[in-house]
């Protein structure tokens, strides 16, 4: 992938568009009067400066015309578009010597307002509201009412992000091929997004209109928030038709239609489903697993099938690293499952008949530069948030806690998310924001910040439906009708249609796509399949469908100082959250925690891993109530630590989720943190906890967990010559902590060159060396990574070998999120004799090697030698010590630095170059609050 985008903009398309705009001052209207706000520099801020925080590349995400003539021309990138990714990047390599007093050379200010000479320029779109830039292009935004105040940040979010939110909204909404242009990618991603929130615009409004009923005042307030929000979005859009300056050159280069169309409420909430859809939800792969269950009962039999899957997909792994170590939340723990419940379609039998995907015709539209950009960019979103650090009070130098936390939300350009400061007479708060949503997300507040990682847990089942027929004859193939309480009931059926005309540079006729979804009571039919040879249609029940603007109650009161005064009264509003996230909470007294989400109470004589009968037998009994949600406040063991992994004991896995054994990245953020402690008598400073997750942000998880067991099994076995030099390389690099880390930021390869060569070519080797007796008969190829790549993995099994920094090709950042590492540990200790709790049984280690761990030291010798034959070859050298190259980074013509880089993704005109890896939040917070308001 290109480190840049130059997208031609002709001088005849800049002079038409001149041409066709005039300047315009933005009128005001009428709002109502109240007291402002202070808008002071720190006014109402408890922080005293101690709050930081970064967003590569940059806040300004406008391109307007003569910007992109500039980038073309000169390569000139618009102001305040790059300048925080210098800061992010360089703390690879500054954390070793970082102080606090150097917390600023990779963190911005996060105070609230702006030093009046950091004062870029001031905005009034409205009555009521002002909005200042600063330097970064922060926009710090004064309303006189709430109403105002979120006038303005849709003003202000329009100004930083229209081109992206109007993608996001087309996104959220299934109609991106109406908006880009015609093309099998596009229409394949409406219909894919129609399969999760298929809501027509008045279903949309519906769901805004239903907050004051459902949620009272805090509703109301809502509901009128996000009105007068996108009331800025759409004063920013009149602004930007007369003014060119106004206007991102986007709409030129990648769509039909050049002018920005105004928003509706709907709007937002197809934005809040896209981005709940994608980060805060979890469970859904009961068909796959049922998959797998069938394929493991056709290998090893019936009873020995069966328990093979309890082990493969473990729910309740006692090893498993976790977030709250001391007490159980008991949740999805089923007692005798009754094997009526369990609905298993024909193994074999593929789901067909989803609602039509695409135009015939489509592949003669082929998307241009800038749209396949994008499409290359959404696809990749990724489905996991990272990570947190939290720190009690007792254990910081300074007596307050003491956060390192933010999500991990890949890179683009612009980024995904935006910032703001936004302040009321009644709200105060600073940070992250999805654009299209105009709150503050992911933040701090006057006296207190919170943050988040994705939990995953799970709010969504897959049932079967028994397809029947009304008139009492057989039932069709792909009916819509479906036994429910002993009544044949007819489907629901929307319409969606979209008209998707072709891009600029694209070809053929305007294509009329026509999506038809099928709902029942449960949810929303992906498809249709057999059971028992019979017909069935295959639904998904999600908890929070038609209610994915709920959550806008619980954020927004994050923001208000009146609601949110501690950290107990900060829970209360994380239990309004509809989506599952794991949420933390830092002030100058406290730390809290709270995993959020609606979720479901299942039966307990139901199997939660596998499919139900949709006909009536198995409903949900009600949601779990926010007592028994986790939560933890100031926890024993004097912090908190996440990093996607399971939030507490007894709370089961989703069943997409197949990582949680006894090894999981979060040991790696634990480990450094402890050794912290270690090192400063448990009493840490903000930038201590910071070199803690920065030491683990370019650890290899393999090499920390799975390669030191492999080393010992191996221990006293005498090896060729060539595999006792790359186990040298292995143990020098174990040592030395297992980074993927170059000595210097300028060198060309990494310190470790050969170790991590050897590392990342012995893993898959190995695992197929222990495992493909009893998987590689479903085949050996592809299996989903996290953000929409694709990495090795089992067909049978749905968990890639190892989730690498490379991303199958994806280069999102992320990585080590759900491998094989959890069940190598356990084979490994296995063969050392030892007795892990989460081992596996006869069933699975009899078949594994070739024939049982006594023919496992060859199967294991024969995997080294294959690796140390690859690495000679694409190497050139038997040398060990001088390789520098994988298969696979060979393969892409790459040094392995550059093969594991973070690429920014460009949604926009102006891309920003790759830089090396690191295992980090997108956007991060440094928190620390000296005071409080009075208790």
Same mark, same amino acid.
């Given at each position: 992938?290109?480190?840049?985008?130059?997208?031609?903009?002709?001088?005849?398309?800049?002079?038409?568009?001149?041409?066709?705009?005039?300047?315009?001052?933005?009128?005001?209207?009428?709002?109502?009067?109240?007291?402002?706000?202070?808008?002071?520099?720190?006014?109402?801020?408890?922080?005293?400066?101690?709050?930081?925080?970064?967003?590569?590349?940059?806040?300004?995400?406008?391109?307007?015309?003569?910007?992109?003539?500039?980038?073309?021309?000169?390569?000139?990138?618009?102001?305040?578009?790059?300048?925080?990714?210098? *800061?992010?990047?360089?703390?690879?390599?500054?954390?070793?010597?970082?102080?606090?007093?150097?917390?600023?050379?990779?963190?911005?200010?996060?105070?609230?307002?702006?030093?009046?000479?950091?004062?870029?320029?001031?905005?009034?779109?409205?009555?009521?509201?002002?909005?200042?830039?600063? *330097?970064?292009?922060?926009?710090?935004?004064?309303?006189?009412?709430?109403?105002?105040?979120?006038?303005?940040?849709?003003?202000?979010?329009?100004?930083?992000?229209?081109?992206?939110?109007?993608?996001?909204?087309?996104?959220?909404?299934? !109609?991106?091929?109406?908006?880009?242009?015609?093309?099998?990618?596009?229409?394949?991603?409406?219909?894919?997004?129609?399969?999760?929130?298929?809501?027509?615009?008045?279903?949309?409004?519906?769901?805004?209109?239903?907050?004051?009923?459902?949620?009272?005042?805090?509703?109301?307030?809502?509901?009128?928030?996000?009105?007068?929000?996108?009331?800025?979005?759409? *004063?920013?859009?009149?602004?930007?038709?007369?003014?060119?300056?106004?206007?991102?050159?986007?709409?030129?280069?990648?769509?039909?239609?050049?002018?920005?169309?105004?928003?509706?409420?709907?709007?937002?909430?197809?934005?809040?489903?896209?981005?709940?859809?994608?980060?805060?939800?979890?469970?859904?792969?009961?068909?796959?697993?049922?998959?797998?269950?069938?394929?493991?009962?056709?290998?090893?039999?019936?009873?020995?099938?069966?328990?093979?899957?309890?082990?493969?997909?473990?729910?309740?792994?006692?090893?498993?690293?976790?977030?709250?170590?001391?007490?159980?939340?008991?949740?999805?723990?089923?007692?005798?499952?009754?094997?009526?419940?369990?609905?298993?379609?024909?193994?074999?039998?593929?789901?067909?008949?989803?609602?039509?995907?695409?135009?015939?015709?489509?592949?003669?539209?082929?998307?241009?530069?800038?749209?396949?950009?994008?499409?290359?960019?959404?696809?990749?979103?990724?489905?996991?948030?990272?990570?947190?650090l939290v720190v009690n009070a007792d254990h910081s130098a300074s007596g307050h806690p003491i956060a390192v936390f933010g999500p991990q939300v890949s890179y683009y350009a612009p980024q995904i998310l935006s910032l703001l400061?936004?302040?009321?007479?009644?709200?105060?708060?600073?940070?992250?924001?999805?654009?299209?949503?105009?709150?503050?997300?992911?933040?701090?507040?006057?006296?207190?910040?919170?943050?988040?990682?994705?939990?995953?847990?799970?709010?969504?089942?897959?049932?079967?439906?028994?397809?029947?027929?009304?008139?009492?004859?057989?039932?069709?193939?792909?009916?819509?009708?479906?036994?429910?309480?002993?009544?044949?009931?007819?489907?629901?059926?929307?319409?969606?249609?979209?008209?998707?005309?072709?891009?600029?540079?694209?070809?053929?006729?305007?294509?009329?796509?026509?999506?038809?979804?099928?709902?029942?009571?449960?949810?929303?039919?992906?498809?249709?399949?057999?059971?028992?040879?019979?017909?069935?249609?295959?639904?998904?029940?999600?908890?929070?469908?038609?209610?994915?603007?709920?959550?806008?109650?619980?954020?927004?009161?994050?923001?208000?100082?009146?609601?949110?005064?501690?950290? *107990?009264?900060?829970?209360?509003?994380?239990?309004?959250?509809?989506?599952?996230?794991?949420?933390?909470?830092?002030?100058?007294?406290?730390?809290?925690?709270?995993?959020?989400?609606?979720?479901?109470?299942?039966?307990?004589?139901?199997?939660?891993?596998?499919?139900?009968?949709?006909?009536?037998?198995?409903?949900?009994?009600?949601?779990?109530?926010?007592?028994?949600?986790?939560?933890?406040?100031?926890?024993?063991?004097?912090?908190?630590?996440?990093?996607?992994?399971?939030?507490?004991?007894?709370?089961?896995?989703?069943?997409?989720?197949?990582?949680?054994?006894?090894?999981?990245?979060?040991?790696?953020?634990?480990?450094?943190?402890?050794?912290?402690?270690?090192?400063?008598?448990?009493?840490?400073?903000?930038?201590?906890?910071?070199?803690?997750?920065?030491?683990?942000?370019?650890?290899?998880?393999?090499?920390?967990?799975?390669?030191?067991?492999?080393?010992?099994?191996?221990?006293?076995?005498?090896?060729?010559?060539?595999?006792?030099?790359?186990?040298?390389?292995?143990?020098?690099?174990?040592?030395?902590?297992?980074?993927?880390?170059?000595?210097?930021?300028?060198?060309?390869?990494?310190?470790?060159?050969?170790?991590?060569?050897?590392?990342?070519?012995?893993?898959?080797?190995?695992?197929?060396?222990?495992?493909?007796?009893?998987?590689?008969?479903?085949?050996?190829?592809?299996?989903?990574?996290?953000?929409?790549?694709?990495?090795?993995?089992?067909?049978?099994?749905?968990?890639?070998?190892?989730?690498?920094?490379?991303?199958?090709?994806?280069?999102?950042?992320?990585?080590?999120?759900?491998?094989?590492?959890?069940?190598?540990v356990a084979t490994l200790q296995q063969l050392l004799g030892g007795t892990p709790v989460d081992g596996f049984g006869t069933e699975i280690t009899d078949k594994e090697c070739t024939g049982g761990p006594a023919t496992c030291?060859?199967?294991?010798?024969t995997a080294l030698q294959k690796t140390f034959d690859s690495l000679v070859t694409v190497n050139k050298s038997s040398a060990v010590g001088t390789w520098t190259a994988s298969s696979a980074s060979a393969a892409a013509k790459? !040094?392995?630095?550059?093969?594991?880089?973070?690429?920014?993704?460009?949604?926009?005109?102006?891309?920003?170059?790759?830089?090396?890896?690191?295992?980090?939040?997108?956007?991060?917070?440094?928190?620390?609050?000296?005071?409080?308001?009075?208790?």
């Amino acid at each position: 992938m290109a480190t840049t985008r130059r997208v031609g903009l002709t001088a005849l398309t800049i002079s038409a568009l001149v041409g066709a705009t005039l300047t315009s001052t933005v009128t005001s209207t009428s709002a109502a009067a109240t007291t402002a706000p202070s808008h002071a520099y720190r006014a109402g801020d408890y922080a005293d400066g101690q709050a930081m925080s970064i967003l590569p590349p940059g806040e300004n995400g406008l391109v307007n015309v003569l910007d992109a003539a500039q980038f073309e021309l000169l390569g000139k990138r618009p102001a305040a578009s790059q300048d925080q990714l210098g *800061k992010y990047a360089n703390l690879l390599y500054g954390y070793p010597t970082l102080t606090d007093s150097t917390l600023s050379d990779y963190y911005n200010d996060e105070s609230f307002g702006a030093l009046p000479a950091d004062i870029t320029r001031t905005e009034t779109p409205t009555s009521g509201v002002t909005i200042y830039r600063d *330097k970064h292009d922060v926009p710090h935004i004064y309303g006189n009412t709430d109403q105002t105040m979120a006038f303005g940040a849709g003003y202000a979010q329009a100004e930083d992000r229209l081109f992206l939110m109007d993608v996001l909204r087309h996104y959220g909404s299934g !109609t991106l091929a109406s908006f880009l242009g015609a093309s099998c990618e596009f229409e394949q991603m409406d219909h894919d997004q129609l399969l999760l929130a298929p809501y027509t615009k008045a279903q949309a409004i519906a769901q805004v209109n239903a907050l004051p009923a459902e949620y009272g005042a805090q509703g109301t307030l809502a509901k009128s928030m996000i009105e007068n929000y996108v009331a800025g979005v759409n *004063k920013y859009i009149e602004a930007a038709t007369l003014n060119v300056l106004k206007l991102p050159a986007d709409y030129v280069a990648a769509i039909p239609n050049i002018l920005p169309q105004k928003w509706n409420v709907a709007d937002v909430v197809a934005i809040a489903g896209l981005i709940g859809g994608i980060f805060g939800r979890g469970g859904g792969n009961e068909i796959a697993n049922a998959h797998l269950l069938q394929y493991l009962q056709k290998q090893l039999g019936t009873a020995a099938g069966a328990k093979a899957f309890t082990e493969l997909k473990t729910s309740n792994d006692p090893l498993a690293p976790s977030t709250v170590v001391d007490k159980s939340f008991p949740y999805e723990i089923p007692g005798p499952i009754d094997p009526a419940t369990t609905a298993l379609p024909d193994y074999g039998v593929p789901t067909t008949g989803g609602p039509v995907a695409t135009d015939p015709n489509c592949n003669l539209a082929k998307p241009n530069l800038q749209a396949l950009s994008i499409i290359q960019g959404l696809s990749q979103l990724p489905k996991h948030m990272s990570n947190a650090l939290v720190v009690n009070a007792d254990h910081s130098a300074s007596g307050h806690p003491i956060a390192v936390f933010g999500p991990q939300v890949s890179y683009y350009a612009p980024q995904i998310l935006s910032l703001l400061d936004l302040h009321s007479p009644n709200y105060a708060a600073e940070g992250a924001s999805f654009p299209g949503t105009g709150i503050v997300e992911l933040g701090r507040g006057q006296d207190y910040a919170w943050s988040a990682t994705s939990a995953g847990t799970d709010l969504i089942d897959q049932r079967l439906e028994k397809v029947c027929n009304p008139t009492g004859g057989a039932p069709a193939a792909r009916g819509a009708y479906y036994e429910f309480n002993g009544q044949c009931l007819p489907m629901t059926v929307e319409h969606f249609q979209e008209t998707a005309l072709p891009k600029p540079g694209g070809i053929g006729a305007p294509a009329v796509l026509k999506h038809n979804i099928y709902l029942t009571r449960h949810g929303v039919v992906q498809g249709w399949t057999t059971a028992h040879g019979a017909p069935v249609a295959v639904v998904s029940q999600r908890s929070t469908f038609n209610h994915d603007v709920d959550s806008v109650v619980g954020f927004l009161g994050w923001g208000q100082p009146a609601l949110t005064h501690d950290v *107990k009264s900060w829970m209360a509003s994380a239990a309004k959250i509809g989506f599952t996230f794991n949420w933390f909470y830092v002030d100058n007294r406290d730390t809290g925690y709270f995993v959020s989400g609606l979720d479901p109470l299942r039966p307990s004589n139901v199997d939660p891993n596998l499919p139900t009968w949709g006909t009536g037998g198995s409903e949900w009994t009600g949601y779990l109530p926010p007592a028994q949600h986790v939560q933890q406040i100031n926890p024993a063991q004097g912090f908190f630590v996440s990093w996607n992994n399971k939030p507490a004991p007894g709370f089961a896995a989703a069943d997409d989720q197949y990582g949680y054994g006894q090894v999981f990245r979060s040991v790696l953020l634990v480990n450094q943190l402890k050794a912290q402690f270690a090192a400063h008598a448990s009493k840490l400073s903000r930038s201590q906890v910071v070199q803690a997750m920065e030491t683990a942000a370019s650890q290899d998880l393999d090499g920390v967990t799975v390669l030191p067991l492999l080393l010992q099994y191996l221990s006293g076995r005498p090896q060729p010559a060539g595999v006792t030099a790359m186990l040298d390389q292995l143990q020098t690099w174990i040592a030395d902590g297992a980074h993927r880390r170059k000595a210097a930021a300028g060198d060309p390869q990494y310190a470790h060159a050969a170790a991590v060569a050897i590392a990342d070519e012995l893993m898959p080797n190995l695992i197929q060396a222990l495992y493909d007796p009893i998987l590689a008969a479903g085949g050996v190829g592809s299996a989903g990574s996290n953000g929409g790549a694709t990495a090795p993995g089992y067909n049978a099994l749905p968990m890639q070998f190892v989730n690498t920094p490379n991303s199958g090709g994806a280069h999102l950042g992320s990585a080590y999120d759900g491998g094989y590492e959890s069940y190598l540990v356990a084979t490994l200790q296995q063969l050392l004799g030892g007795t892990p709790v989460d081992g596996f049984g006869t069933e699975i280690t009899d078949k594994e090697c070739t024939g049982g761990p006594a023919t496992c030291p060859a199967a294991v010798d024969t995997a080294l030698q294959k690796t140390f034959d690859s690495l000679v070859t694409v190497n050139k050298s038997s040398a060990v010590g001088t390789w520098t190259a994988s298969s696979a980074s060979a393969a892409a013509k790459q !040094t392995m630095p550059k093969f594991d880089a973070i690429e920014f993704r460009a949604l926009g005109l102006v891309g920003q170059p790759a830089i090396d890896w690191q295992n980090r939040p997108t956007f991060q917070q440094v928190i620390e609050f000296p005071r409080h308001r009075a208790r």
